[in-house]
């Protein structure tokens, strides 16, 4: 990569960030495509944020990803909130239009597109279960809610948690059949005999040595499963392939909903292969250094 006067500079806002394979995957993706641009881990502590963001106009910075804690908090401090982001309450990327910071969420548009290229899956009048009811939970379950569900079941070990998105879900679309239930197999048979599509958004899977929140034995041929986890195929994906199920890990999602990025900053399509190449090497450095 060659910095010159005329680089454009781009990020991502975390906090901490130095475990974000963004930056490797987006400066790959902005070196194939000859594009002048440096994508750099800005870590912002959690009181900086809104000195950041006016960082980011004084420097004139033409955009970042934003991820945990900032998702959420980042929407104050934005000039403009396309309309999905604000339904979903969350930004993961912010474009800077002469000094104008407009925030996007690309998180749901990278899932609906892996879904679409790995499952050859869409969720119209379909069926979904979800699994947890955290941010990523609330971003996915609008994605797929907008794009034309037939019911959702929201899973989680904080019933009380599920039943707040689920009406959070009601108010913003109100002819959706959405449902709540525990975290547990028992709880989700019904639920599964009558899903297409089930996405697991919570954490579990991330330690290999984490159990299967839904034994193979429940799974269908038919059945469509996808887990945001990337590092590695999780329990889950190992239960559900091994029943010669369709499924979608979480290193597509993070690929596509980078593209989508770079597209609202350049209006130009990355090339996902090289992204994707990228993550996996970045991922392999990553489990070489912790051995
Ligand atoms: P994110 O933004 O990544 O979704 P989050 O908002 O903290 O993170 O949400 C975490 C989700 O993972 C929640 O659904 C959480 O369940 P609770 O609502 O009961 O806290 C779920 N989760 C985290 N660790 C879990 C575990 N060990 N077992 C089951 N669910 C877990």
Known sequence: MRISGRTRTYGILGYPVSHSLSPVMQNAAFGQMKFDAAYLPFEVRPEDLRAALDGIRALGVAGVNVTI???EAVLAYLDDVDPEAAAIGAVNTVV????RLIGYNTDGAGFLAALRSEARFAPKKRNVLILGAGGAARGIAHTVASAGAAS???ANRTVSHADLLAQGLSHHFPYLKVRTCELNPAAMEPHLASAHLVIQTTSLGMKPTDPSPIPSKLFRKDHVVCDIVYTQETPLLKAARSRGVKVSGGLGMLVHQGAAAI???????PNLNVMKLALVAGIRAKSARKR
């Open 69 to 71: 804690p900032h998702k």
């Open 152 to 154: 959702l079941v929201i």
């Open 263 to 269: 597209f609202l900053w350049t209006g130009r399509r």
């Open 96 to 99: 800077n239009r002469d000094g």
